[in-house]
């Protein structure tokens, strides 16, 4: 992971990538709040949570996390962690592909790492869920 600092609370959520661009991490919470670049937070419109470091020109890391110090308890339920690839100077393909890796926290504590390698650039609108091509993968909060 990059060395860039980044929050951590009751839960975070950890972005980076293989190749210099502008990839974005969508989460969305149980009460089916998004958060991403265009709505960090923390406010009730993402249930506290907040995009601490939004990367344009690197490998990340972006970040999202609910603070011990706003006193910002996450919600419980599923979470939907997701990858928008927003620009990158060569395309994503076979020849060019682009691993993404997600590190979830829970309490400072390692949680889950994902890893996923992408070979075409895939897009959903910010759109996160169980059903979203750029879904990375699911995690339960409780």
Known sequence: MNSACVGIGYLSFT?????NGDGDLVI???N???????NKGPSTDTDQGQLDRDDRTGTGPENIFWSYNYNSTPP???YY????PYQFDLNIS???PLSVTLSALRLKNVTLIVTKTYTSTIRNSYQCNSTS???LTSINYF
């Open 32 to 38: 089916n709040k998004r958060i991403y670049y265009d």
């Open 15 to 19: 972005l980076t990538w293989s190749r």
């Open 81 to 84: 962690a997701c990858f928008e």
């Open 133 to 135: 091509p750029t879904l």
């Open 76 to 78: 419980t339920g599923v």
């Open 94 to 96: 076979i020849i060019n």
């Open 28 to 30: 969305t919470t149980p």
